[in-house]
């Protein structure tokens, strides 16, 4: 199997590489691609060392599977290249993932849907990876009429210099320095940022939308109602949401907690999980299941996961080892 990766020294890049080293998928030949500052350096790879190059027209040549971690532009730019070269493009920006001829795939909830790509796979946004992951064992056999959920975003959603950001911010008060913020609107460090993304005419952000509009294309659900509010919190690491769901039929505490249980990649908290507990893994974890006290038919959750991880680098993994067999 010969694969390549855009963005290869990136947040999600180097996540990619590294979910594939823990599963030792037979990788013959790693094509690793950066931006012209990364040009030239080295990467390892097991025990090999992988040249980083600018990519070309002719880079995807002989390749079997692209994984992307780049932005939109760039995205839509190497796309044509890649379809050229007949490889399939695992794509983690949001370019394609409305695009009706584009599967949008967790492939633990419609691995179907790989059936019908034209040489394009989207991997969706991590709030909608992570979210759908804790509720679609319900959906399943009871479907969701609406969610209300509030989801608390880890600073690396914004890549490496999130991260970098908060622990500068944190440091510069601790030293009686005055905090800078560059990646973010705010100071992030002890502070909530109540958007991620712009805003539309009505007050949601693309963020707030990606949930509704990614989940109902997942669950093929296009009456599906979500109603989501997206903060920016001070964690390094793992996104958390707390999740009203309304059923079209009233279900148990207990039997919602054995659907999430059976479900693959997915499972129910003793207490509760944090973003500490649920970091550098790919199980999504759910507590806090309760009945809903505003809607006869509603559960109330609290999920969390890893971002890096189930929300982007191993879920494109996965919807390759899936293409693989």
Same mark, same amino acid.
Request: glycine letters at 6%; aromatic letters at 6%.
């Given at each position: 199997?010969?694969?390549?990766?855009?963005?290869?020294?990136?947040?999600?890049?180097?996540?990619?590489?590294?979910?594939?080293?823990?599963?030792?998928?037979?990788?013959?030949?790693?094509?690793?691609?950066?931006?012209?500052?990364?040009?030239?350096?080295?990467?390892?790879?097991? +025990? *090999? #060392?992988?040249?980083? &190059? /600018?990519?070309?027209?002719?880079?995807?040549?002989? @390749?079997?599977?692209?994984? %992307?971690?780049?932005?939109?532009?760039?995205?839509?730019?190497?796309?044509?290249?890649?379809?050229?070269?007949?490889?399939?493009?695992?794509?983690?920006?949001?370019?394609?993932?409305?695009?009706?001829?584009?599967?949008?795939?967790?492939?633990?909830?419609?691995?179907?849907?790989?059936?019908?790509?034209?040489?394009?796979?989207?991997?969706?946004?991590?709030?909608?990876?992570?979210?759908?992951?804790?509720?679609?064992?319900?959906?399943?056999?009871?479907?969701?009429?609406?969610?209300?959920?509030?989801?608390?975003?880890?600073?690396?959603?914004?890549?490496?210099?999130?991260?970098?950001?908060?622990?500068?911010?944190?440091?510069?008060?601790?030293? +009686? *320095? #005055?905090?800078?913020? &560059? /990646?973010?609107?705010?100071?992030?460090?002890?502070? @909530?940022?109540?958007?991620? %993304?712009?805003?539309?005419?009505?007050?949601?952000?693309?963020?707030?939308?990606?949930?509704?509009?990614?989940?109902?294309?997942?669950?093929?659900?296009?009456?599906?109602?979500?109603?989501?509010?997206?903060?920016?919190?001070?964690?390094?690491?793992?996104?958390?949401?707390?999740?009203?769901?309304?059923?079209?039929?009233?279900?148990?505490?207990?039997?919602?907690?054995?659907?999430?249980?059976?479900?693959?990649?997915?499972?129910?908290?003793?207490?509760?999980?944090?973003?500490?507990?649920?970091?550098?893994?790919?199980?999504?974890?759910?507590?806090?299941?309760?009945?809903?006290?505003?809607?006869?038919?509603?559960?109330?959750?609290?999920?969390?996961?890893?971002?890096?991880?189930?929300?982007?680098?191993?879920?494109?993994?996965?919807?390759?080892?899936?293409?693989?067999?």
């Amino acid at each position: 199997m010969k694969v390549g990766i855009l963005g290869a020294t990136g947040a999600v890049g180097k996540e990619m590489l590294k979910v594939m080293e823990e599963k030792n998928l037979p990788v013959d030949e790693l094509r690793l691609f950066a931006s012209s500052r990364s040009a030239g350096k080295v990467m390892k790879f097991h +025990d *090999r #060392e992988i040249i980083i &190059e /600018v990519a070309d027209e002719h880079s995807f040549d002989g @390749l079997d599977y692209v994984l %992307g971690a780049v932005e939109n532009e760039q995205s839509k730019m190497y796309a044509p290249m890649i379809q050229k070269a007949k490889a399939i493009y695992i794509d983690n920006s949001s370019a394609f993932r409305l695009d009706p001829d584009v599967p949008l795939v967790v492939p633990q909830i419609n691995p179907d849907a790989l059936k019908n790509h034209q040489g394009i796979i989207a991997n969706p946004n991590c709030v909608t990876i992570i979210g759908l992951m804790a509720c679609a064992p319900l959906h399943q056999v009871n479907p969701i009429k609406r969610i209300i959920a509030s989801s608390y975003q880890a600073v690396s959603g914004a890549g490496a210099a999130g991260m970098d950001e908060l622990l500068k911010q944190m440091n510069d008060l601790h030293e +009686d *320095r #005055e905090p800078v913020a &560059e /990646v973010f609107s705010h100071q992030i460090a002890y502070n @909530l940022i109540p958007q991620i %993304g712009g805003f539309d005419e009505v007050g949601y952000t693309s963020e707030e939308m990606k949930f509704q509009n990614e989940s109902r294309k997942i669950l093929s659900d296009s009456e599906l109602k979500v109603s989501c509010t997206c903060v920016r919190v001070p964690v390094l690491r793992s996104h958390s949401i707390s999740m009203n769901i309304e059923l079209t039929n009233e279900m148990s505490v207990q039997q919602a907690k054995e659907l999430i249980n059976a479900f693959e990649g997915v499972q129910v908290s003793e207490t509760y999980p944090t973003p500490m507990e649920t970091s550098n893994q790919d199980t999504v974890f759910v507590g806090r299941i309760r009945k809903d006290l505003t809607c006869d038919k509603g559960l109330a959750l609290w999920c969390c996961g890893d971002q890096i991880r189930k929300g982007a680098a191993s879920n494109a993994i996965e919807i390759m080892e899936a293409l693989m067999k």
